[in-house]
């Protein structure tokens, strides 16, 4: 029996677990996992149903729209392997991971390409048999070397936007191209170290923790809603190399587990936040 | 407005978030918190919903059994102040901690009596002004000795009974009288060094991690359904005696986050595993 | 037998462990732990022992003197129980902490005051024989206030002061008074969220791990050096209260981590960083 | 300048570091880094240094030994390169792993060869120009299976074996083969949850974390050494194989550490525990 992920963002109000319970039960479906998050601050309400059986997506969006608040956001994704798209700059360890999590089948998506500013990852790329694309950024201007990324990218229409150590500033042009779909990992406990070379800032603040963020990627540098943190202890034998080392592991490991989060349709932005069901 | 917290315990089948939600919306109740687990392996479902509106218990209970299946458990608990009874020896540690953060209003419940087999915590428990009682084992049968101290616990129908450090032996008789009540915290990462002193084992064994379990208590030592667990980094400095310093800082963190848990109505018991809702 | 710490700071060079242990060795004396650190950018080097044995420290000194740079920080503590004064707020889990350990034997050191700006915590310090000192901020200037605290504090001539969860910001005077003397606890993972309400801030930033950093008080607000952090991971289901009542087990977890490396003379400051020996 | 590591392990007794530091110091090297430590209970002493300079290590060796008690080990290990061969069955992930490292040059070592009782993973290895030995077991004695197996790993003379998932029991013969060399990645927090499938032991008994252990290998299955652990949350919504995905990360994770630091010489063995230095 197919499955369906159905996904609510809406204006909390009493009745909605009851209304949508009552649609979902009309037309047979079964609830295979249910979890809903009500944040009573703002008077939002989140749900995240895996559902069974046989449906029309069209007509089942139909019926929940009759039901739930005008401002609701309903999305009924059929269960199955997303695309992506990865772009990299020089550094192996987060895309290499992914190459080996694609390549035993533990990645439960599609890398359709990776694309790079240089050529040093195509060999690597190459082995497992995915394209890569080498678009250099010498001699041109940010916006029109963007531009050619953005239209390779589209080439591919993926859901997701995997940087795995993308080292280039994206403008407001890229995020609006695809918006909620840019995932970054950032190699900073953010908010801590914002910005260029965090484990240099972290090894002269003296800290005694290191950490990554994957976050998504919005206009503000460092700033989009974060999806996955974690940490790891460091001492003063450290030596910021050292640090960006033994970083590697946290990067590629909150990284892996954020992208897996948004395989599954878990994550919902909820203004500079982010609500995981 | 009253708050209500509804536990439900059942086998799984289509339409029970329908069934529950259209009784909750008919008595114009809100759900202010609800989350629910499928188990899919052993088809059960178990559900916790925060309520708030007027509504009589009793009324509810039973609109409730009418849809649910026969062999379902439900309960509506008012949100309020549970009651606890610790059981120590001689070591402070987790019982200071719960009168620190009794006396400061941040334990979420009333610590109606202290019980131990030593008189060595008297002094400290009766600065907070909390009868103490001392039940000395000394020339008693094991079976004698309990059902003194049962006796004492039902003078006070705890909710829960709460074994900050208790070192002796429970009876199966000790636990068919406070069924799902009784809180232990063991010294180690269960199930890893089950039994006496955990962290001689654990320095024996030369492990570089340990850790803290907080279980319910059954018949069998040290295998009732885990609740929380937290660890710690060790490395071949420590001594044992290093090792059990730094490991009561977990076991009372441990324990305070799995007797809030409890305080929280969160904890179901399946098999010998908990859900945590 | 006598046991004494060694502590030495100074510049690297050829030799240096060869001419102390040297010395070490011509008076009979046992080494029985040693560490040492070398920064190779710095070119620095830290060294803690543990020696036991018959020893005048005066003539040890001169001698070590002798044979060391000009440079050179060295200290010959005999080890005892330090003296602690604390200073306080209204909030009492770090606070209480302290005394529950104090109580017990664990915490080895002599308590000698607690000093509060507000009278709150006077019945908890009380319960456990403690000298207690309102010293109201009232009506005063901060100078004029904090010349009190000054003032109290040196009538117990501590070793330590620990400031736990002290809510009023030093002036340089304080500091100068009692340099590499005053420990406190920051409620954030520094230099994430520096100054007032991290919680709310690490709430509004939708971080998933929150944290706390024992460091030592500059003149430079949550800028002082660093000597022991932990964290805690967090979900959307957190409101910022959550945050802080989960948080507070990390800052007395952190706090009391932090004290014993101050009380066995483990934390060379270096710069604005620690090197724990 | 040539750099050395210096291990000695021997009995503690005094004037050994002043002994070890006089002989550097008469033959004009440096101590680039330093490390003791001291084992009351057994009395054992192990030291580890990185020097640098000229020098001949016959020679310093033989010095070393006129000073140091009669058992001691010592070891003067140029610093560079070492050879590993990898044993592998069908999972990828920790051999994956590796291969990423290798290629980036993170992994400081060569991989000589990786050998498996199956052909699945021949593609992957060949890809990185590595020689892949598939030796099937089917139809074969465990001896006369393994004796091909050590033959095989003898032709590349490799300093440390590193089992990366390889699962097959190994007989007391092959560890008499490569003492102190092979290193194997247990996919639990050893001691709990030896043997097969521990995943489903963890998952069968309710724990809220799950762990991984790099150990030495003994004739003891699961028994050996322990060089690292880490550990991982889970809840009751992890089904096994959830775990199983889940501890993957941390599998290669913690066998990387163990591995680096074999490569680094930090590692003794002492009983059947680890002294990291």
């Known amino acids: 029996m197919k499955e369906y992920i159905l996904l609510i963002d809406t204006i909390d109000e009493k009745g909605l677990v009851y209304n949508v319970s009552k649609i979902l039960f009309a037309n047979h479906l079964n609830i295979e996992q ?10 939002k309400f989140f749900m995240r149903s895996i559902i069974s059986g046989e449906l029309n997506p069209d007509i089942l969006l139909k ?20 695309d992506i798209v990865i772009l990299a700059t020089k550094e192996s360890h987060v895309l290499g991971d992914l190459l080996i999590r694609y390549n035993s089948g533990e990645l439960d998506a599609n890398i359709k390409a990776v694309i790079a500013n240089h050529d040093y990852l195509r060999d690597l790329v190459e082995k497992f048999d995915i394209p890569f694309h080498c678009i250099s950024a010498d001699d041109m201007e940010r916006e029109a070397h963007e531009d050619l990324v953005i239209e390779k990218i589209k080439e591919y229409s993926p859901d997701i936007i995997v940087l795995a150590k993308y080292m280039r ?31 240099k800032q972290a090894h002269h603040r003296g800290v005694k923790i290191i950490g990554a963020t994957a976050h998504y990627v919005t206009d503000d540098l460092d700033e989009g809603p974060i ?50 069901l």
Do not use: C
């Open 34 to 43: 249910n979890a809903e998050f009500v944040d009573k601050n703002s008077n």
């Open 63 to 82: 019926e929940l729209k009759e039901v739930l608040p005008k401002e609701s956001t309903i999305k009924i994704n059929l269960k199955s392997k997303k």
């Open 169 to 199: 500033i994206l403008t407001p042009k890229f995020v609006e191209n695809f918006p909620k779909q840019v995932l970054n990992i950032h190699h900073s406990f953010l908010p801590a170290f914002i910005g260029a070379n965090p484990y």
């Open 227 to 276: 999806i996955a943190q974690d940490v790891l202890r460091v001492d003063h034998t450290y030596s910021w190399e050292d640090m960006r080392r033994a970083g590697r592991n946290v990067e590629k490991v909150v990284l892996s587990n954020a992208l897996q989060l948004l395989l599954e349709d878990k994550v919902f932005v909820f203004g500079n936040k982010t609500v995981i």
